[in-house]
């Protein structure tokens, strides 16, 4: 029984060491082997075997991350405090980099995001916040891939989802708006009055060139008039029709003779 027991022991303590040193990596993920603290290689996926106290590995997940961002308050250029908040989406391209270059690679990008989403946005007015959202997800995307590429991080893409005002700033836009489409209103019923005075001119030059086009516009005037519901049709005659019916002792001019 004592021999069995000698025996058994060895063999505890080997199956044990064994299961230590085994280590199974999945296909998203890289394990980053450091021999005496000191970095050896990136392994993975699949089974490695790691020396227990002498070998250490620290996983690294390679699939996309996506962050978010909290709400910031930032001042744009024009005076007006918003709150953004944003998303973003990285992933790990070197993992050695990940994790010898920065302590903590998603703590430290989810700082570097707030700070750069401050920055960039406190450049430019409310109106480009609002209108311009595409070009000012690219900036960002690309001060932050710029920034995280020594710790080797790929930044793939942000999206600014939400711009928050105040009550007050909403009710100022709402009338800026509407002063904004009056102004449009105005200047198209001008624009139309300008075009149709031209068109009128343009008339009057054909129709003073060719006197029966006036005739002919009067005749249909007079036919569209007849064919609407109206009893009354009113005839203009020309002032020098009622020379004739003048006194022959008065001139048409009215002076003495």
């Known amino acids: 029984m004592m021999i069995d027991v000698y025996w058994v022991i060895p063999l505890v303590i080997v199956l044990g060491l064994l299961f230590v040193s085994i280590k199974m990596i999945p296909e ?20 490695m075997i790691v020396v227990p106290f002498i070998q250490q590995v620290v996983k690294v997940d390679l ?18 405090t918003v709150r953004v908040n944003a998303i973003v989406f990285f992933r790990v391209v070197e993992p050695e980099r990940a994790i010898i270059q920065v302590e903590n690679y998603y703590m430290a990008t989810s700082q570097l995001a707030q700070t750069t989403l401050r920055s960039v946005l406190g ?17 960002i995307q690309e001060i932050l891939d710029e920034q995280t590429g020594s710790w080797g991080i790929k ?47 343009d008339a009057a030059k054909v129709m003073a060139q060719n006197p029966q086009a006036l005739q002919l ?7 569209d008039m007849s064919s609407a519901n109206s009893s009354t049709i009113l005839f203009p005659l020309p002032i020098e029709l009622f020379k004739t019916f003048m006194k022959p002792d008065q001139p048409a001019d009215g002076k003495d003779a």
């Open 63 to 80: 699939r996309v991350i996506t962050m978010d961002v909290p709400s910031q308050d930032v001042i744009s250029r024009d005076n007006v």
């Open 28 to 47: 998203y993920e890289r394990g980053v082997v450091f021999f005496l603290g000191r970095y050896q290689a990136v392994k993975g996926p699949g089974l």
């Open 123 to 139: 450049r430019h007015e409310l109106d480009e916040m609002l209108a311009e959202r595409d070009k000012l997800n690219n900036d």
């Open 155 to 201: 930044v793939a893409n942000v999206e600014i989802k939400q711009v928050e005002l105040d009550e007050s700033m909403v009710r100022a836009i709402s009338r800026q708006a509407e002063a904004e489409r009056e102004r449009r209103a105005k200047v198209i019923n001008a624009e139309g009055e300008l075009q149709a005075s031209q068109t009128l001119l």
């Open 217 to 223: 516009r009067y005749l249909q005037t007079v036919r």
